[in-house]
């Protein structure tokens, strides 16, 4: 029996199979979770600066604690929420979690963005800017602190009512991400025909910069793509040393991921940030003397 806790207590479940059936299942406990209790909850990863680690801001990423399948990660419900009526408060409770934390570091003196990942099926809904909108207002947080995460891949016979989200979002003062940046649509026709403020680079292009000379070009491209347009520039996924000094050879500004810091409870960020924030750049000197 202890063997059969041991796979299935704290497991994260992220191998398992997204069928049909089994999101139809996972739907109608959604409806349980949100009328229920706090089974939506989120993570935060901070971003750093590269050479300082400094915190630049913090992601929040959601997991669904069920009741009976434990911590689920986002790919194993998502599809069925934004296939779902409950897109929308599923949305709006993730942005009420994320700005409720930002307050909290907010309150420490620690003066970073909350950024939150928005489903390319929000950007097709005309009442979406107005629903941030209302939630920045009840929380008191300036527009300007939040950060919206966005992937892009609506069809194109959707682009002008996205755009025009994306426009209206922007007017009001929230910035923009462009996630997963070199990946499906987060592509270079995006960079030209949006208004962004960042661009994260994704993953896979760090995970192979060391070893690919072709990834290497890729993310050495982003950052100066970002540099030649003002927009910020923030690698995803950095996990070795090796891939910090390579970063910040190619001049990236600052990056996200297990190398600084894992995705953490809320409880546990606050004291994160300011961790982040004393810490000296003690890898620097050899970091660069490596360049
Ligand atoms: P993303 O926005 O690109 O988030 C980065 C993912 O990489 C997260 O996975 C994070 O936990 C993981 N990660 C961070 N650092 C590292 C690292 O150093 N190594 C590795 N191997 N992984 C790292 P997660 O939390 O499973 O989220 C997956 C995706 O789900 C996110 O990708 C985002 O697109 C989506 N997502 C997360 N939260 C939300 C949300 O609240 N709403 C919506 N619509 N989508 C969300
Ligand atoms: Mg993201
Ligand atoms: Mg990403
Ligand atoms: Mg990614």
Known sequence: RAKELGVTVG???????????????????????????DQIILHLQPAVDLVTSEPTGVEALVRWHHPRRGYLSPAEFL??????????PF?????????????????????????????ARSLTDPTFPAQVTEVLRR???PASRLVLEITES?????????DEVLARLR??????????FGTGFSSLASVTRMPIDEIKIDRSFVDEMIDSAAAGAVV??????????????VAEGIETIEQRAALIAVGCPTAQGYHFCKPMPADKIVQALSQLARSAPTNVTQLRADD
Do not use: C, K, M
């Open 79 to 88: 599809p069925a929420v934004e296939r779902s009526e409950l897109l929308i």
């Open 11 to 37: 497991t994260y479940d992220s191998g398992q199979d997204a069928s049909s059936t089994d999101q139809l299942a996972l739907l109608a406990d959604l409806q349980d979770a949100f009328v229920a209790d």
């Open 154 to 162: 609506v069809a194109v016979s959707e682009q002008e009512i996205v």
């Open 91 to 119: 949305t709006r409770r993730v942005l009420d979690l994320a700005l409720a934390a930002a307050a909290d570091w907010t309150a420490s003196g620690i003066d970073v963005p909350v950024s939150v990942n928005v489903s």
């Open 171 to 180: 007017s009001s003062g929230v910035q923009v991400s462009l996630d997963d």
């Open 220 to 233: 050495r491209g982003a950052v100066e793509l970002g540099s030649r347009l003002g927009v910020r520039v």
């Open 139 to 141: 929380h008191r947080t």
